[in-house]
């Protein structure tokens, strides 16, 4: 259902990220990540997990989004595991920055996804695609 939209600078990264986070441990191969974003209808999952070293990780998080997987499983084929998934810095933006801000921030970073924390801690996952939908007025992101 689509309403007038409302300015991106208006809608905060809260009123639109998917939330609760969907995780999954270094260890997890690629079938299960897979299957994890099918399930829960996401394009990106957090992998957790202090051993999680690959560039892109920190503080033992990082994202991976479908099209890592889909470049990963084309160029390496099966057998891998999350932790072998390269992905990009994780981009952090806090639960009351705007919409704007947030498509500022992951155009500049060629990012199509952010990490969004309160008080610090990750509470949800906020998507290029988010944005469209903010941008197209839907009332259901």
Same mark, same amino acid.
């Given at each position: 259902?689509?309403?007038?939209?409302?300015?991106?600078?208006?809608?905060? +990264?809260?009123?639109?990220?998917?939330? %609760?986070? *969907?995780?999954? #441990?270094?260890? !997890?191969? $690629?079938?299960? &990540? @897979? =299957?994890?974003?099918?399930?829960?209808?996401?394009?990106?999952?957090?992998?957790?997990?202090?051993?999680?070293?690959?560039?892109?990780?920190?503080?033992?998080?990082?994202?991976?989004?479908?099209?890592?997987?889909?470049?990963?499983?084309?160029?390496?084929?099966?057998?891998?595991? +999350?932790?072998?998934?390269?992905?990009? %810095?994780? *981009?952090?933006? #806090?639960?009351? !920055?705007? $919409?704007?801000? &947030? @498509? =500022?921030?992951?155009?500049?970073?060629?990012?199509?996804?952010?990490?969004?924390?309160?008080?610090?801690?990750?509470?949800?996952?906020?998507?290029?695609?988010?944005?469209?939908?903010?941008?197209?007025?839907?009332?259901?992101?």
């Amino acid at each position: 259902m689509s309403t007038t939209p409302r300015p991106l600078s208006a809608i905060r +990264a809260s009123e639109v990220m998917h939330a %609760p986070i *969907v995780l999954c #441990d270094p260890t !997890t191969d $690629l079938h299960h &990540v @897979a =299957s994890r974003m099918a399930a829960h209808q996401i394009h990106a999952v957090v992998v957790d997990g202090n051993d999680h070293r690959h560039a892109g990780a920190r503080d033992g998080l990082a994202i991976v989004s479908a099209d890592d997987l889909v470049r990963v499983a084309v160029q390496r084929g099966p057998g891998l595991t +999350a932790a072998a998934i390269p992905s990009d %810095p994780v *981009v952090y933006v #806090d639960v009351d !920055t705007p $919409l704007s801000t &947030v @498509a =500022s921030i992951l155009s500049r970073e060629g990012r199509s996804h952010a990490l969004v924390t309160d008080a610090g801690g990750p509470v949800g996952v906020l998507s290029s695609l988010d944005v469209v939908a903010a941008l197209a007025g839907l009332s259901a992101f």
